[in-house]
Structures are given as C-alpha cells and as structure tokens.
C-alpha cells in the first residue's frame, strides 16, 4: 500500500525556520515526482513546490520562491521541505504528494495519486 508520511510541523515564529519532511513507504520514490502543498484555514489547497523524480527539477510558488528549498534523498525514500524566513501567513496544514512519472510542475492536483494524512505548521509570535 502506497503511504506518505508527513512530519517537522509545529509552532515557530515569524522569522524561523522549519524542515518538513516526507517519508515514503510501500513504494519507491525513485519513479514518482512530489509536490508540497498547503491549505490555510477557510481557503484552498494551494501547490507550495514540486521535485521531479530524480531532484533535477524543481518549481516554486511564487511566495515562497527564495524562502522554500525543495529536495529528496531517494536512498532514504524521502522528500524535504526546507522552511525559512517564515511569515504568519504561512500558517497551514502541510501535504505531500506522489505522482508517477519525471516531472509535476504542470500536473493538476488531481492527478496527485498519493496523498499524506498532513503536518500543521504554525507562524505566530
């Protein structure tokens, strides 16, 4: 059974830094390209970033651009996401997801086959 696993969330404040990670079990990531998301209290999940299969390609939102640093580490079968200079609007719950192939960059959400069950992160002072 295909299972992500999301974790490093919690309480940081504006400014900080956090590093979320997401561990893969029951299949190799080796063929599947990863997204982050988020989703704020009252409004739609939103795509953070996304990593090809094999780490050479990676995409941004534009908020986050400069601040988030996507990167995987397929022998431990898991995918970072590198947290910095954090903002209050930030705050959300955090996924990962798996979709087979290279690349995500233009895979619709939906497509995403795999989902994590999620980790709250919090930017508040």
């Known amino acids: 059974q295909l299972q992500l696993v999301e974790s490093g969330g919690g309480l940081v404040q504006p400014g900080g830094s956090l590093r979320l990670s997401c561990a893969a079990s029951?299949?190799?990531?080796?063929?599947?390209?990863i997204g982050w998301f988020r989703q704020a209290p009252g409004k739609a999940r939103e795509r953070v970033s996304c990593?090809?299969?094999?780490?050479?390609?990676?995409n941004y939102a534009n908020f986050v651009k400069g601040r988030f640093t996507i990167s995987r580490d397929n022998a431990k079968n898991t995918v970072y996401l590198q947290m910095s200079s954090l903002k209050p609007e930030d705050t959300a719950v955090y996924y990962c997801?798996?979709?087979?192939?290279?690349?995500?960059?233009?895979?619709?959400?939906?497509?995403?086959?795999?989902w994590g069950q999620g980790t709250q992160v919090t930017v508040s002072s």
């Open positions: 990593i090809s299969n094999d780490g050479g390609v990676t």
């Open positions: 029951g299949f190799s990531l080796d063929y599947y390209a």
């Open positions: 997801a798996a979709v087979f192939g290279r690349y995500c960059a233009y895979v619709p959400q939906g497509d995403f086959g795999s």
